[in-house]
């Protein structure tokens, strides 16, 4: 039996729509140009700026490795615009004005089937070309010449020793290199582990001690270029660089024949340093074992 007094609550009035619904039905289409006008950018800027900032290219290797870079900014471009444009859209339009905390959450999303589908089978072709174009830069990169000058590099704290056993042993604190021939490198370190990088040819091999790594490289274009070292190696690591002087072939052999260049030896190089700090070489290599 109903209790005749009992009042009954009046009816709730339905919730007025979102604001922020009944304004945005379908962001689709803004996102939609948004994300092109963002991928023309982006484009534009993957096209013209990474292969630029990275210099010359003093070989084939890095003539690859700048095509490389400038490749896979093309494919990420647009990937990278859509991500930039819904969280723009998101943040333009649907942010929250007002001291109070918002009322209510956006609409919920549970699954497109159509959208999934579409991501994966676009995500997962990206990742495959790239992966096939990284193996075909890598394969190209690493085919050996014959016949080429052998230069063996030894790092030790903080400098790098070229000699060239060909020549009867000619060492040099600058490396000197003929243009147009492959050479073939033997790096070894006398302390810590180094790490031997041409920067504009491209190339770069951990230097161990008490063991020999192969890198080979062409010079392909006449100049001077860096030479550092890439791998945390003590207290001067930053100063532990030098030069490449890419010559003729005729230049490079009277170079030689001139007996090389000045070489500083272990005990008394010239690496800018104040005096004690060759004190610090366990300094170094604990660094190196912290550093992993
Ligand atoms: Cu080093």
Redesign the pocket.
């Known amino acids: 039996m109903s209790d005749p007094t009992t009042v009954t609550p009046p009816p709730v009035p339905p919730a007025s729509p979102d604001p922020r619904e009944s304004r945005d039905r379908n962001p689709v289409g803004p996102i939609v140009l948004l994300w092109a006008g963002l991928t023309i950018v982006l484009e534009l800027f993957a096209i013209f700026v990474p292969a630029r900032v990275m210099g010359v290219a003093a070989s084939t290797n890095m003539a690859d490795i700048k095509r490389a870079v400038t490749v896979f900014s093309i494919a990420a471009a647009p990937v990278a615009a859509l991500v930039w444009s819904i969280a723009l859209y998101s943040l333009l339009r649907w942010r929250h004005r007002g001291p109070e905390p918002p009322t209510q959450d956006g609409p919920p999303i549970r699954g497109n089937t159509a959208v999934q589908t579409v991501w994966l089978l676009v995500s997962g072709g990206l990742c495959l070309f790239l992966l096939v174009w990284g193996l075909a830069a890598m394969q190209a990169t690493a085919s050996t010449a014959s016949n080429p000058l052998v230069v063996d590099v030894t790092?030790q704290q903080?400098l790098w020793t070229f000699s060239y056993p060909a020549a009867g042993g000619v060492s040099s604190n600058v490396l000197y290199l003929p243009v147009n021939r492959p050479v073939a490198f033997d790096v070894t370190s006398e302390d810590v582990v180094?790490?031997f990088w041409i920067v504009q040819m491209g190339i770069k091999i951990d230097a161990n001690p008490g063991e020999v790594t192969h890198i080979g490289v062409t010079p392909d274009r006449r100049g001077t270029f860096a030479v550092r070292?890439a791998?945390l190696?003590g207290i001067y690591?930053a100063y532990?660089q030098t030069q490449v002087r890419v010559v003729s072939d005729a230049a490079f052999r009277s170079w030689l024949r001139s007996g090389g260049g000045r070489v500083t030896s272990a005990a008394t190089h010239g690496t800018p340093q104040p005096a004690g700090a060759r004190a610090s070489a366990l300094g170094g290599l604990e660094l190196r074992r912290g550093n992993g």
Do not use: A, D, L
């Open positions: 790092g903080w180094h790490s070292c791998e190696c690591h532990m």
